[in-house]
């Protein structure tokens, strides 16, 4: 069994693998981490090994403290990864983007695969049916768009995520709502019909938080996949196992 460690910014998830499937997944605050990991290490006591992935700031401390209960890899820019990584400046690639790489590869072997994890920013990630990653783009997600046009600008007020009633905004709230989620909804379809253009057999994967909302409202075919990110550092997780 395997516990998977995805440190964001203010929140952290757990999840328990017992090989490829997920059973069991918590959400804790970023400063209760190491209880949450004590609960689950005496509730699961047959874990071996775990990974850590943060984009946000973990404290030395705290790794030592999981390092009492398991094997714990640090996934980085130094990590032993299952493809050929293409980028310019690969230092530079977050991990979190290399887990959701590498979630295609467990799941989509030797397919042409762009995957879209929609959260505070959007995140286009390519790799090729030769297991070659080139990149992608990085865009403002739903949240970070609602609130720099209330911020940037003197008379905009902060909304909160509304499917407009039509395209043509009749208010102010309106307009913001078609122009915040048309816009991004219209980003998305036209992103993939442009890898289209260059892969006919293209398979694209849609995660991170907003993914529920978004998928129910493009017109492209996706597989939407709230978990994504968690299952590919499980598979990097085995890919990087001595067994």
Not at 78 to 100: H, M, S, W
Request: with cysteine; net charge negative.
């Amino acid at each position: 069994m395997n516990l998977i460690i995805d440190v964001g910014n203010s929140f952290v998830k757990l999840a328990v693998f017992k090989s490829n499937e997920l059973i069991d997944k918590t959400i804790v605050e970023i400063d209760d981490l190491i209880g949450a990991v004590n609960l689950i290490s005496e509730k699961y006591g047959s874990i071996k090994r775990a990974i850590v992935s943060s984009v946000g700031s973990l404290k030395n401390k705290d790794i030592t403290e999981i390092k009492k209960h398991f094997e714990l890899l640090v996934l980085n820019s130094e990590t032993q990864l299952p493809f050929k990584n293409c980028y310019k400046t690969p230092k530079t690639l977050g991990v979190d983007r290399i887990a959701l790489v590498c979630g295609s590869i467990g799941q989509f072997p030797g397919r042409n695969v762009l995957i879209i994890d929609a959260g505070t920013c959007v995140t286009y990630d390519f790799i090729n049916s030769d297991n070659e990653y080139w990149g992608g783009a990085i865009s403002p997600g739903i949240s970070t768009r609602y609130k720099s046009l209330n911020n940037l600008t003197a008379n905009l007020p902060l909304l909160e995520l509304e499917m407009p009633k039509q395209i043509m905004g009749d208010s102010t709230e309106e307009s913001i709502h078609s122009g915040v989620v048309y816009g991004i909804l219209n980003e998305i379809d036209g992103v993939i019909e442009s890898y289209k253009l260059k892969y006919s057999d293209l398979t694209v994967i849609l995660t991170g938080g907003d993914a529920k909302f978004l998928s129910k409202q493009l017109k492209s075919s996706i597989f939407a996949n709230p978990n994504f990110l968690l299952e590919g550092l499980n598979f990097i997780l085995q890919f990087n196992s001595n067994e």
